[in-house]
């Protein structure tokens, strides 16, 4: 079991974070950086206005990002057949579906709160502010991870899957962006643990719905 | 190998609202192979699929018994890797079988990425990955397409090994396959 989970963890990381495929998991990180950089051109060079906005449009750049590497999470095993080989393995797409949400949160989660250091630097956000939009990712990247798979695996084979898949991930999303920017005015922790276990709710459900999604794909 | 067996009953297969074939019964024992024929569109890659339990039959049942290895049309080997890497993830998890790449004239494709290999040379690639398995159940999917004759008889050299093992080997193509003892079904027969 174990020799099987690296197994599928290391073909998935090097898969994710491969250069070989449109960016690998830079693209993203570039693309949430550039939203943080593009906000304080829009509203002008207001450091209070700045800062007191700043955690949002993190969570919201946070988000944008995420729907990013969607299409490149389940859509190319299906087509490859690796799905059919891993059921005649007896290996089951619930299983593939949780190594493949471990695998995109060490892909997207720790690069994203590594480059929101520089985010929330451009946007003039103090030391308490940044803890907590950090603690906040942390939180909430991992539900956004198991999200994006399970939407990628709904969508994977249909025509039009990418923009769907974005279609979908924003709806779902909010819960955590409510709890994860409502953190940021409240400055609290609770914001933080619902946060938390909204991520939770999604890490339980998205290997089965993911699994039952390929499954059906496949008829 | 021992013990192997795929038996259909009254099997009837549908793609959207169009019965392909129904009615359709067989049993494969220990050593035995079938050729199921028939032209394209009839259901030849669709009674695989039922057969490895990928797909659910319209009607009728499949029982097997044994780990069921499956050629098709695509390979399931990242395109973007070397052939070598891309083998070796199957390996990682059908365990270390030794697989005589030699003789599958893979040994010097071994560094280039699978993306750049032929269509012969993919396919040789995935019954190399099918030996790595080490299953007991062949299902080949036009197992000759895009194959040289002297890859063709290769494989057809393989097959008759793994029967000689006690091996079931199912194969579905419309081109001839030379193997000492197989049945023939041809699909037609049984379209509604």
Redesign the interface.
Known sequence: MI??FA?LLR?DLA?LL?S??GGGALLPILFFLAVAMIYPFAVGPDAPLLARTGGGVIWVAALLAAILPLDRLVEPDL????F??W???G?SEEWVIAVRVVSHWLSFGPPLMLAALPAGALLGLSGAHLRTVELGLLAGTPGLAALGVAVAAITAGLRGGAALAGLLVIPLGVPLLIFGAGSLSTGGDSGVALTGAVSLVLLAVAPFAGGAAVRAA?? | MQGAHIAVHDLACRRGDRVLFRGLSFALNAGEALQVTGTNGTGKSSLLRLVAGLARPFAGSVARHGAVGLVDERPALDPELPLERALAFWRGLDGRTPVDLDALGLADLLDVPVRYLSTGQRKRAAMARLLGQRAEVWLLDEPLNGLDVHAAALVERLAAAHCREGGVLLIASHQPFALAGMREVALADFAP
Do not use: K, P, V
């Open positions: 020799r099987l197994t073909r898969r491969g070989g495929q087509e490859r057949g690796m059919d080989q059921a005649l393995r290996i496949r008829d």
